[in-house]
């Protein structure tokens, strides 16, 4: 069966057809570049997504004839709050003293916000839906292809030494986000196969997906990711039971469940070391048995695509159809029970309960990667939610800062370990935005979450329910992770609420806004992206520096490092260089000055009063004021701590510069 929507684009000219397709094809272009350029996590990453929307939003405004057809009060429930949140964001540099922290916070938010007003601005329409579950389940099957064969064929695809070789990551950095994605793309992939509505292709392509989307999840032994996933599935069937899942599950369980197994027994590719002779050849059987899953699902689900047509000639009452569901609930129900009682889910709940509140790593006594699916540790999350809470407390109306938690961590952490965010969404906005920036958050994916839940109704909920579902399983994720952090996995969300939150209208107006409104409006685009733009412009020079300072070339490292203050004054990096490399150069006030810069931007990071140390040092001045106040900003690190040791046991200009010109350079 061809849908009606892919039946209009065949009668459409190429114009046409690029105006109704390309937003959904800017989606995957932004997932796949976001999740190559390790989640969006850096700022590089951000500001071009920024820029990119932009440019979209700029060209809908000046070209479409009514570039606002879906702006109501629905798309405003979590528009205006998330625009207040960016705004807020950025205000909060005037409390924390870090600018650049809160320029680089606020980039993210105003990607976020323009995925949702762009895709807010197109007309609810569940082909507009259908689309975007067509255009993420490709991206993400994509950058998973991509991680699986990395993993199981390192010969391939060869992964930096950056990421974690005993759990997959590559190209996102961070297994739980690659998880969290293949969990997306299963859902999806589950509701293109068992959608009646939907083409042949695109139903028998989902299916061929599915083995390598469960081989990636295992392989990134994320239990959040699994549990998510688990859920996803589960919520789907319930939520979406249309005519085609049960074919649609027949063709897909069976091979990846196979596929799964096959990923989890490859104990070889969970190792420290999976590029060994043995790992390979491990890995290409994996790779043969995977191909196999999906050409077998892919062929399987071509054959019931038969059976679906005759359920869809089937005439189904409504009494009939209530009570078909009344019977497969009572089945899926007593199957669960059954599950319960056979592997004491009560007893077990109790037991890994208690083990998460008790804390800790979560290996295995065994060593083995694999066996940490089974334990309950909270691994640290605990101690984050701590730190963050206690943040909380001491500033709970505004909060400590936009992106402060890592400088709040490293000064009160419990244990010696490098963490950046607090693992938990709303800990964390609490901590740096206070109170207003909860509330302000809430709204808005309050907002979105139930405008997806109301568009999850009737005959073409398929589509619909999927993006709700992948909504509910991103809401639970972000409160237990980082994913906010990583617009590859997050920007998918923004988009969906921008489609669900869109007003109906069917006709579209023969008047679209003035010329003077759609050049007020474009001006204001290009201004909120004059940051983002600052912020990428900056980076790029910064990045130079850096591979310049690590090359010991400190004159072409200090002319990029002007060039990134010349495009963004706000950023401390450039100013650590400048200093370092003055220092290196015997310019000694001026390296006092710049590193003084440095830590006047980010004054609560011990690294930059721990760089002053040393440049003071260096030039024969007191460094021992600064030490310390690195070391107490940081009590728990190591270099800190040894520089104001040593500092302590001599008075003389001369050694001070001899410690000091020995001294560690942080994160060199």
């Given at each position: 069966?061809?849908?009606?929507?892919?039946?209009?684009?065949?009668?459409?000219?190429?114009?046409?057809?690029?105006?109704?397709?390309?937003?959904?094809?800017?989606?995957?272009?932004?997932?796949?570049?976001?999740?190559?350029?390790?989640?969006?996590?850096?700022?590089?990453?951000?500001?071009?997504?920024?820029?990119?929307?932009?440019?979209?939003?700029?060209?809908?405004?000046?070209?479409?004839?009514?570039?606002?057809?879906?702006?109501?009060?629905?798309?405003?429930?979590?528009?205006?709050?998330?625009?207040?949140?960016?705004?807020?964001?950025?205000?909060?540099?005037?409390?924390?003293?870090?600018?650049?922290?809160?320029?680089?916070?606020?980039?993210?938010?105003?990607?976020?916000?323009?995925?949702?007003?762009?895709?807010?601005?197109?007309?609810?329409?569940?082909?507009?839906?259908?689309?975007?579950?067509?255009?993420?389940?490709?991206?993400?099957?994509?950058?998973?292809?991509?991680?699986?064969?990395?993993?199981?064929?390192?010969?391939?695809?060869?992964?930096?030494?950056?990421?974690?070789?005993?759990?997959?990551?590559?190209?996102?950095?961070?297994?739980?986000?690659?998880?969290?994605?293949?969990?997306?793309?299963?859902?999806?992939?589950?509701?293109?196969?068992?959608?009646?509505?939907?083409?042949?292709?695109?139903?028998?392509?989902?299916?061929?997906?599915?083995?390598?989307?469960?081989?990636?999840?295992?392989?990134?032994?994320?239990?959040?990711?699994?549990?998510?996933?688990?859920?996803?599935?589960?919520?789907?069937?319930?939520?979406?039971?249309?005519?085609?899942?049960?074919?649609?599950?027949?063709?897909?369980?069976?091979?990846?469940?196979?596929?799964?197994?096959?990923?989890?027994?490859?104990?070889?590719?969970?190792?420290?070391?999976?590029?060994?002779?043995?790992?390979?050849?491990?890995?290409?059987?994996?790779?043969?048995?995977?191909?196999?899953?999906?050409?077998?699902?892919?062929?399987?689900?071509?054959?019931?695509?038969?059976?679906?047509?005759?359920?869809?000639?089937?005439?189904?009452?409504?009494?009939?159809?209530?009570?078909?569901?009344?019977?497969?609930?009572?089945?899926?129900?007593?199957?669960?029970?059954?599950?319960?009682?056979?592997?004491?889910?009560?007893?077990?709940?109790?037991?890994?309960?208690?083990?998460?509140?008790?804390?800790?790593?979560?290996?295995?006594?065994?060593?083995?990667?694999?066996?940490?699916?089974?334990?309950?540790?909270?691994?640290?999350?605990?101690?984050?939610?701590?730190?963050?809470?206690?943040?909380?407390?001491?500033?709970?109306?505004?909060?400590?800062?936009?992106?402060?938690?890592?400088?709040?961590?490293?000064?009160?952490?419990?244990?010696?370990?490098?963490?950046?965010?607090?693992?938990?969404?709303?800990?964390?906005?609490?901590?740096?935005?206070?109170?207003?920036?909860?509330?302000?958050?809430?709204?808005?994916?309050?907002?979105?979450?139930?405008?997806?839940?109301?568009?999850?109704?009737?005959?073409?909920?398929?589509?619909?329910?999927?993006?709700?579902?992948?909504?509910?399983?991103?809401?639970?994720?972000?409160?237990?992770?980082?994913?906010?952090?990583?617009?590859?996995?997050?920007?998918?969300?923004?988009?969906?609420?921008?489609?669900?939150?869109?007003?109906?209208?069917?006709?579209?107006?023969?008047?679209?806004?003035?010329?003077?409104?759609?050049?007020?409006?474009?001006?204001?685009?290009?201004?909120?992206?004059?940051?983002?733009?600052?912020?990428?412009?900056?980076?790029?020079?910064?990045?130079?520096?850096?591979?310049?300072?690590?090359?010991?070339?400190?004159?072409?490292?200090?002319?990029?490092?002007?060039?990134?203050?010349?495009?963004?004054?706000?950023?401390?990096?450039?100013?650590?260089i400048l200093g370092y490399c003055d220092a290196r150069l015997a310019e000694k006030d001026l390296s006092v000055r710049m590193m003084r810069a440095a830590s006047e931007r980010d004054p609560r990071n011990w690294r930059?009063?721990?760089?002053?140390?040393?440049?003071?040092?260096?030039?024969?001045?007191?460094?021992?004021?600064?030490?310390?106040?690195?070391?107490?900003?940081?009590?728990?690190?190591?270099?800190?701590?040894?520089?104001?040791?040593?500092?302590?046991?001599?008075?003389?200009?001369?050694?001070?510069?001899?410690?000091?010109?020995?001294?560690?350079?942080?994160?060199?």
């Open positions: 069966m061809i849908s009606s929507n892919v039946q209009k684009l065949r009668g459409e000219g190429v114009w046409a057809r690029l105006a109704r397709v390309g937003p959904f094809l800017l989606v995957a272009v932004l997932v796949v570049y976001l999740a190559f350029r390790a989640g969006g996590f850096y700022r590089d990453g951000t500001a071009t997504a920024v820029l990119i929307l932009a440019v979209a939003l700029l060209l809908r405004i000046g070209l479409a004839r009514d570039p606002f057809r879906g702006y109501g009060r629905r798309l405003a429930a979590a528009a205006v709050p998330l625009a207040l949140l960016a705004g807020w964001t950025l205000a909060s540099a005037m409390w924390s003293d870090s600018p650049g922290r809160a320029v680089d916070e606020f980039d993210r938010t105003l990607l976020y916000l323009l995925a949702l007003a762009f895709f807010g601005s197109f007309s609810w329409s569940s082909a507009r839906a259908r689309w975007l579950v067509r255009a993420s389940a490709l991206a993400i099957t994509v950058v998973c292809i991509a991680a699986f064969v990395s993993r199981a064929a390192p010969d391939l695809i060869e992964v930096s030494a950056g990421h974690i070789p005993a759990r997959l990551s590559f190209p996102l950095t961070y297994w739980n986000t690659l998880a969290l994605m293949a969990a997306f793309g299963i859902v999806l992939s589950l509701s293109l196969g068992g959608d009646e509505r939907e083409s042949a292709p695109a139903r028998v392509l989902s299916a061929a997906a599915m083995p390598v989307l469960g081989a990636t999840l295992v392989l990134t032994f994320s239990r959040g990711g699994l549990a998510v996933a688990a859920a996803g599935l589960v919520l789907y069937v319930v939520f979406a039971h249309t005519r085609g899942l049960l074919t649609g599950l027949l063709a897909v369980a069976p091979l990846t469940a196979i596929a799964v197994v096959r990923a989890y027994d490859a104990d070889l590719l969970a190792t420290r070391d999976p590029t060994t002779p043995a790992a390979v050849a491990q890995g290409h059987a994996l790779a043969v048995v995977v191909l196999f899953c999906s050409l077998g699902a892919a062929a399987l689900r071509l054959a019931l695509l038969l059976i679906d047509r005759r359920l869809g000639a089937v005439a189904m009452t409504p009494a009939r159809r209530r009570s078909l569901l009344a019977t497969a609930l009572g089945i899926f129900v007593l199957g669960g029970l059954i599950a319960v009682v056979a592997v004491d889910l009560p007893g077990r709940l109790d037991q890994e309960s208690a083990e998460f509140v008790r804390g800790g790593a979560t290996e295995a006594s065994s060593g083995r990667t694999r066996d940490r699916l089974a334990s309950g540790s909270d691994n640290g999350r605990l101690d984050n939610w701590r730190v963050a809470r206690d943040s909380f407390r001491r500033a709970s109306v505004k909060g400590r800062g936009a992106a402060t938690y890592e400088t709040e961590w490293a000064q009160h952490r419990p244990i010696n370990a490098h963490v950046v965010d607090a693992h938990s969404l709303y800990f964390e906005t609490a901590a740096e935005l206070g109170l207003a920036g909860l509330l302000l958050l809430g709204a808005t994916v309050i907002s979105i979450t139930l405008g997806l839940a109301w568009a999850a109704r009737g005959p073409n909920r398929a589509p619909w329910v999927a993006l709700f579902v992948c909504a509910l399983m991103w809401l639970i994720r972000a409160g237990f992770d980082w994913d906010w952090e990583m617009p590859a996995a997050t920007v998918g969300f923004f988009a969906a609420g921008g489609l669900g939150l869109a007003a109906r209208r069917e006709a579209q107006s023969h008047r679209g806004p003035r010329s003077m409104a759609r050049i007020l409006l474009c001006l204001g685009v290009m201004a909120l992206s004059l940051l983002p733009l600052g912020s990428w412009l900056s980076q790029r020079s910064l990045e130079r520096a850096n591979r310049e300072f690590n090359r010991g070339r400190c004159p072409e490292a200090i002319a990029s490092a002007l060039n990134s203050t010349r495009y963004l004054n706000a950023y401390p990096e450039p100013f650590e930059y009063h721990y760089g002053l140390a040393i440049v003071r040092g260096v030039a024969r001045l007191d460094p021992r004021p600064e030490a310390e106040r690195a070391r107490h900003l940081n009590p728990r690190g190591g270099i800190a701590q040894a520089l104001v040791r040593e500092l302590s046991s001599v008075e003389s200009r001369k050694d001070w510069e001899k410690i000091a010109r020995k001294a560690p350079i942080p994160g060199r």
